[in-house]
């Protein structure tokens, strides 16, 4: 503390305000005005000398040295040797000491240091240890971190060891290992398996002894679970020598030998998930490794879900336990905007999974693009600024560095509860992939590398110029090439594919089997009103409330149940049943459309209550988060939710439906194809605001062509509901059926408070969801039959009523996928064979559930004719004057010849 006397020209100055400038000052000496750095100064070196004496040259010279400490912890990264294919560079003008007012005569000189170091030492000793530190062969940035007791921490971890801290002989031959077994398991594949993609792991094989060094260090951190998330270079690699994969199941796929229990068309061998319990010091850890796609960094999200469903499932504590862990590409880490949107989830309440070990692998090139028409920003990381955590640049062939650098970054992430990156600068052996020339468009690059040799040979040169025998660095290596020959020579264990674990019980068998979904009155009287009692003293929106209680009097009068009432109490009855459920989405906590209103605020307080999750029973919980203004990266971390949960509703609404392109991705590569490809089924749940009402093209259609295109072999179900007892009996049917498809949902939006849109509490007592839905009529006179789906009935339903056609039939086609031809017929039976079939839908010709059902309306029915609009290429018109002249002519068209 800074003392002030009574009798100084201080005495009239706040001390308080002398403190915030004296820390002000430690932190960095050229943010206080030049006095004031004099003035303290001499305040540190009155030990030395009476300040009667002090020298103002010597006190600047002082506030140099602090501001050198400062501009070294601050940009030292610049002068780091984190290339292993470029010189080391030497000087910064920065950094140079005339920038503090230090000359080389000062080097010998004595100075205050305060933490840095000891107390004090000469310039040159500063200088020494601040370039080992920070420009040794790793380089940090971590001063734009905002937290200054964070950066305190770090600086307290790193400048005491310097570089590193020493390793001792079983951990240097610990990282030969691994490096050798990367290395030799990438040559041995090369002339096993000519020609075959590996997507190799060639001059990055630091990765293996850097995942490594996390794993062995996860019991004493406390973590029982890691998920990986990883694109395909190095994959196989990683499978093999962290989650010890047996090299015989490897080398069965690239024979493309089938195993046992896989169901689907599967995917290359460079895209698969896998899983595994080893052993690290006797305690068990289990390790995941996500399947992803092709598509760079879009399994960000899912990781992330799947790692916060776990953590949810852990209760108290499951935040330490379970580590998402990233690997990323230098040019993807730049270039794919699901990264941006998986870091801003980092420290939000409904996604956070309690920090993120980010390792980034630089191979310099993004396929054939150089890193300056790859990104604007100096660093492939800096994205990652954005949340102000840590982030280590290391050299690649550099592999103590790497393993310190990824250790400190995990003991950041347990104590810190943040993000955290860790670049490995490295190089990219051979082109994209091992049948690519990368010569054609890098010869200089590639000459380079070319020449170099091998990162395990690097290491072995290394230790045995450090005195380690070369018989035993040889042994080292003769164990790992026996054991590839000796696994060549074998075939792999048997080991049947399926589901297991939380998912044992689960059915890899689709049925139309009925389900019982209906509920006695008595307990959904019940359920209505402990959904809206609310605690004394808490006030909701006048408008709310009156909305709660008429939900509470529409089930005790057993009629004009809303959708919004419906959906409510299915989750009531769900988790009263011991189900979780999860609702995530933009607004989703009201409801883009004002239906919803699971979470209630009080309008003097705003406070919140949200009553569904007193309803919950055993280890049920309820939640509903309003997400970030994302749709790849949310429903890809809801996908992942919902892999870890199959005894949990997991739901992802969209604002409207169309915004569901934003994340297809997600949608093409996880949703409709995750279980076919990877085995990996999900029971995800997608609400999809759909229906034309003169709002424009991006809020009209849900796009049910695009979802129906991705149908097949049951491998999802698509629903366009259209009563509030059909939402109902269908979000319980998706949760008490044997097996679990991902289930799209088509919702209203006018609907929600259409006066006629409205069930009666018998219709949730009895009965189950329909997939086919008749309106009644007489069959005998019938002459039409109208097919339709969605809030078009309700327009068909009052026209035939005004016209007074009742020789008009309206069928709904509730489930457009599976669609159950045995239902349709049966609904069609006692209409006249020569009655007229009709498909109408408020879509154009070439969109809508059309293109997907016309050949096969026609097989069930025989000729059916077409009402819509024309084939277009934007979904509706602008103009709400235009759409209402439209939907006249097509609602005419339906009842004339």
Request: glycine content about 8%; hydrophobic content about 40%.
């Amino acid at each position: 503390m800074v003392s002030i006397n009574s009798s100084s020209f201080l005495s009239n100055v706040s001390g308080e305000w002398v403190e915030s400038l004296y820390a002000a000052w430690q932190e960095n000496a050229e943010s206080v005005p030049q006095d004031w750095r004099i003035f303290f100064s001499a305040y540190e070196l009155g030990s030395e000398k009476s300040l009667g004496q002090f020298d103002e040259t010597r006190a600047l010279k002082q506030s140099g040295v602090q501001s050198l400490i400062y501009r070294y912890r601050d940009i030292g990264h610049l002068l780091a040797c984190t290339d292993p294919l470029s010189p080391c560079k030497t000087e910064h003008p920065q950094l140079a000491l005339s920038a503090f007012g230090l000359e080389t005569a000062d080097l010998e000189t004595t100075f205050t240091t305060r933490r840095f170091m000891k107390q004090s030492a000469t310039l040159n000793e500063i200088v020494s240890a601040l370039k080992e530190t920070y420009c040794s062969e790793i380089g940090v940035e971590y001063m734009h971190i905002q937290d200054p007791d964070e950066r305190q921490w770090l600086i307290d971890r790193m400048e005491p060891c310097r570089n590193h801290p020493p390793f001792s002989l079983d951990e240097k031959l610990r990282i030969l290992e691994k490096l050798h077994q990367g290395a030799l398991f990438e040559s041995f594949l090369h002339r096993r398996f000519v020609g075959q993609k590996r997507f190799s792991l060639e001059g990055s094989e630091v990765l293996v002894p850097v995942l490594d060094a996390i794993v062995q260090r996860c019991p004493e951190a406390g973590i029982t679970d890691l998920v990986l998330g990883m694109a395909h270079r190095g994959r196989l690699n990683i499978l093999a020598h962290i989650f010890e994969k047996p090299y015989e199941e490897i080398f069965a796929e690239f024979r493309e030998t089938q195993l046992l229990g896989f169901m689907g068309d599967g995917d290359v061998k460079y895209h698969r998930g896998h899983s595994a319990d080893v052993r690290v010091d006797g305690a068990r850890l289990h390790l995941t490794m996500a399947a992803n796609p092709s598509h760079l960094e879009a399994v960000n999200p899912v990781v992330e879900g799947k790692c916060r469903a776990r953590q949810d499932r852990y209760g108290a504590g499951g935040v330490k336990r379970v580590l998402p862990l990233l690997i990323h590409g230098d040019a993807a880490f730049a270039g794919q905007g699901s990264v941006m949107e998986t870091l801003n989830m980092s420290a939000l309440d409904g996604y956070g999974c309690g920090g993120t070990v980010h390792v980034v692998l630089n191979n310099q090139i993004g396929f054939t693009t150089l890193p300056r028409d790859a990104r604007s920003t100096r660093y492939a990381t800096d994205v990652a600024k954005m949340l102000g955590c840590p982030i280590f640049h290391v050299q690649g062939e550099a592999p103590e560095s790497a393993v310190h650098a990824v250790r400190l970054a995990l003991e950041y992430r347990q104590t810190q509860g943040r993000d955290v990156v860790v670049e490995l600068i490295c190089y990219r052996r051979h082109g994209h992939n091992e049948g690519d020339e990368p010569a054609f468009t890098q010869p200089l690059m590639y000459r380079q590398i070319s020449a170099r040799p091998s990162l395990n040979r690097i290491y072995a040169d290394r230790l045995a110029a450090e005195g380690i025998s070369p018989d035993r660095l040889a042994e080292l290596e003769q164990k790992i090439v026996n054991g590839l020959e000796f696994s060549f020579d074998n075939q792999p264990q048997p080991r049947t594919i399926g589901f297991k674990d939380a998912w044992s019980a689960i059915s890899r068998a689709f049925t139309t089997d009925a389900v019982e979904t209906a509920l006695p009155g008595e307990e959904l009287a019940m359920l209505a009103r402990r959904v809206t009692e609310l605690p004394p003293g808490f006030t909701p929106h006048a408008k709310i409330g009156a909305l709660i209680q008429r939900r509470r009097e529409a089930v005790e009068r057993g009629n004009g149940i809303d959708w919004g009432n419906a959906e409510t109490l299915a989750y009531a009855s769900l988790l009263n049943e011991g189900v979780s459920v999860r609702l995530s989405g933009q607004d989703c906590r009201r409801g883009t459309f004002n239906h919803r209103h699971c979470v209630l605020h009080d309008s003097t307080t705003d406070a919140t209550l949200t009553p569904l999750a007193g309803l919950a029973t055993g280890t049920a919980t309820f939640q509903a988060w309003d997400s970030l203004l994302s749709e790849l990266g949310v429903l890809g971390f809801e996908y992942g939710y919902s892999l870890e949960t199959p005894h949990g509703l997991t739901i992802w609404e969209a604002q409207f439906g169309d915004f569901a392109n934003g994340a297809q991705v997600i949608i093409d590569q996880f949703v409709s194809s995750g279980e076919t490809k990877w085995n990996r089924a999900s029971a995800l749940v997608m609400l999809l605001p759909h229906g034309f009402e003169g709002q424009g093209a991006e809020h009209s259609s849900g796009r049910i062509e695009r979802y129906l295109q991705l149908c097949a072999n049951e491998n999802m179900v698509v629903v366009c509901p259209s009563t509030p007892s059909q939402i109902f009996h269908l979000l319980r049917r998706h949760m008490l059926q044997s097996f679990r498809k991902p289930l799209i949902v088509f919702t209203p939006k006018s609907l929600l408070g259409h006066p006629r849109c409205v069930s009666s509490l018998g219709d949730l007592t009895t009965g189950g969801f329909h997939e086919i839905l008749v309106d009644a009529a007489e069959s005998r006179r019938v002459t039409r039959v109208l097919l339709c789906s969605g809030k078009l009935y309700y327009e068909l339903l009052e026209e035939r009523e005004k016209r007074g056609r009742d020789d008009t039939a309206i069928v709904r086609i509730e489930q457009l996928y599976p669609l159950r031809g045995d239902l349709l017929k049966q609904a069609l039976a006692p209409f006249p064979a020569d009655a007229e079939r009709v498909w109408i839908q408020e879509e154009p010709e070439n969109m809508g559930a059309w293109p997907y059902l016309g050949r096969r309306l026609m097989d069930l029915c025989g000729a059916v004719r077409f009402i819509g609009r024309p084939e277009d290429c934007c979904p509706a018109t602008g103009s709400h004057h235009i759409h209402v002249q439209e939907q006249r002519v097509l609602v005419s068209r339906a009842f004339e010849s």
